[in-house]
């Protein structure tokens, strides 16, 4: 029979700071989830009046004048929450963006166990006979479909002077710094510098560019704002990029000192390179001693330009395992979501670019390039991101007579796929042609009817474009080319701790004495009520939301009209 349970509704600011226990709940906690989503949402109807709950917060107190504490270790409040509902007050329980947290406290958990952690994104309440109000409230994953993956920082330019005629060496006694000062366009910050250099005799020397607020400031020996170095081998005149160490911010028309170390203590084969006019308007050319004097040069400018940092959404990886590209991914995600580096997976990409994506099309870009057997979800519990390989045995065994009385299995090939046209982006060529692939599975042909798709993904350009686009046909294939087993089985509480059940792992039977005891069946879909788990199972590769993705990736005439006659 199913255990007792109690579900506390904990509710948070969304700063963290607790409000309280949200009391009244008449609903089931429940939910339902497939693998390869971001999560679940949950309805939860309260019977607190709207009219009679506007009292100040109070905790309730035992014999001792101490507060009461929950399973969890917060205080227990009494009916004078504050006000219930609305945005008027910062400490109302029931408002937008607040965060809440659900806590299942059984005997099986006598402590209480987290099952499920996000925030109220709308809520209505009704007056009449009788008044509830309701809340629908999404786990904290959903900001996967809103985050945009970043890409680089892409140098832009900003300042520059680029004529040259003339050059400086580097073995002055009186000079410490020859340099230019320039003016900032509209820009957020200085994020590097090139100048021109070269070694005469095409030995291998060392330049260093350096950073000042001012000609005075380099004068007076104050630390520069930054210093970068760069290795000089060309004996012609060559432009050498200096990218700082960080970008210094910077407000439209402000000044900077950009200088060379033009000191005796370099070869005197080591030059720089300047104009013999005046051109630049920006600013002037000075030649500095530390301690000793300035010199103005307002008739000649040395050879420079600057540039500022921008985060573009671009971002490229080049023969890279699965398990790489997902991890620094989310080496730079600030959102909510938790997770853990994963080692390589033995799958290598030849090029893939992810440009303007949220990261929950990069997580689905990931599992197409992923093994068949791997899977993703995101846990509505503890809104972890899980990237795993299926267990190659049982993780959870349900013996018939004890957690099940029948499984209706269903077989099917209706979903086979044995040949995949695959369409990319631009291959690279130079003749404006999209990478196009065709792969089969021969052994299905043989014994399955012929199932073809014709998938598109333009995020694969390049002259290995051809190589990505086959494993991802094969991928595809993997999935989807052979026989499935179906089925959906209802565990009831008391049987099983349904909170140990989660999407992804591999289900095994036994008791049935038949070939049911045989099967090993992978848990694609849940629905968790507080006295049954209800259960999608199949057979690997079975893929829950597959169908979406192949709609969603299906043909698109402006994809493919730059496809070649012939695919590779």
Not at 304 to 325: C, G, H, M, P
Not at 506 to 518: C, E, L, V, W
Request: charged share 15%.
């Amino acid at each position: 029979m199913p255990l007792n349970k109690d579900y506390l509704y904990k509710i948070y600011k969304p700063d963290g700071t607790y409000l309280g226990l949200l009391d009244d709940v008449v609903s089931p906690f429940g939910y339902n989830q497939n693998t390869e989503t971001i999560g679940a949402q949950i309805q939860v109807v309260t019977q607190k009046s709207t009219d009679t709950a506007s009292l100040p917060n109070s905790p309730v107190l035992d014999e001792t004048g101490e507060a009461v504490l929950d399973e969890t270790g917060e205080a227990v409040l009494d009916d004078g929450l504050g006000s219930v509902v609305g945005d008027g007050n910062s400490n109302n329980l029931v408002q937008n963006n607040n965060l809440i947290k659900v806590y299942e406290v059984s005997d099986y958990n006598p402590s209480g166990k987290i099952v499920f952690d996000g925030y109220i994104s709308k809520w209505k309440t009704s007056s009449g006979t009788t008044e509830d109000i309701t809340l629908t409230c999404l786990n904290l994953g959903q900001d996967f479909a809103q985050i945009v993956l970043p890409g680089g920082n892409a140098l832009v330019l900003d300042q520059s002077q680029t004529s040259q005629n003339d050059n400086f060496s580097f073995n002055s006694t009186n000079t410490t710094y020859m340099g230019q000062v320039i003016t900032v366009g509209s820009v957020p910050n200085l994020a590097a510098v090139a100048m021109m250099f070269a070694s005469l005799d095409g030995s291998t020397q060392t330049a260093s560019v350096y950073v000042f607020a001012s000609p005075t400031d380099a004068y007076n020996g104050v630390t520069p704002l930054a210093v970068v170095t760069n290795t000089i081998t060309n004996s012609t005149p060559t432009e050498y990029l200096f990218k700082l160490p960080a970008s210094l911010a910077s407000t439209p028309g402000q000044n900077f000192f950009i200088a060379s170390d033009v000191t005796n203590s370099h070869a005197p084969q080591l030059r720089t390179y300047f104009y013999d006019s005046k051109v630049y308007s920006g600013g002037d050319l000075y030649l500095v001693g530390v301690g000793t004097g300035i010199t103005l040069d307002n008739t000649q400018d040395m050879y420079f330009k600057t540039y500022y940092s921008q985060q573009n959404t671009e971002r490229l990886y080049k023969n890279r395992d699965v398990a790489y590209i997902l991890n620094d991914c989310m080496s730079v995600y600030t959102g909510a979501v938790s997770y853990t580096p994963i080692a390589d997976t033995g799958v290598v990409i030849p090029t893939y670019t992810f440009k303007a994506n949220t990261y929950l099309e990069m997580i689905q870009a990931v599992a197409q390039m992923g093994a068949a057997n791997y899977f993703w979800y995101i846990d509505v519990a503890t809104n972890t991101l899980h990237y795993q390989q299926a267990s190659l045995t049982a993780d959870l065994t349900f013996i018939e007579g004890r957690h099940l009385n029948s499984v209706e299995i269903e077989a099917t090939k209706e979903p086979i796929i044995n040949v995949v046209y695959y369409t990319g982006g631009d291959d690279g060529s130079g003749r404006n042609t999209n990478a196009f692939v065709l792969v089969t599975d021969p052994a299905s042909l043989v014994t399955n009817r012929v199932g073809s798709v014709h998938l598109t993904n333009s995020n694969v350009v390049g002259t290995t474009a051809y190589e990505t686009l086959k494993i991802l046909a094969q991928n595809y294939i993997d999935q989807h080319s052979s026989e499935a087993y179906i089925a959906t089985i209802v565990v009831q509480d008391g049987t099983f701790d349904l909170s140990t059940i989660s999407l992804g792992l591999m289900s095994g039977y036994a008791g049935f004495g038949n070939f049911t005891d045989s099967l090993l069946l992978q848990i694609v879909g849940l629905s968790i009520t507080p006295d049954q788990a209800t259960l999608q199972v199949g057979t690997l590769p079975i893929r829950s939301s597959k169908v979406v993705e192949q709609i969603a990736s299906q043909l698109s005439s402006t994809q493919t009209v730059a496809n070649p006659d012939i695919p590779n």
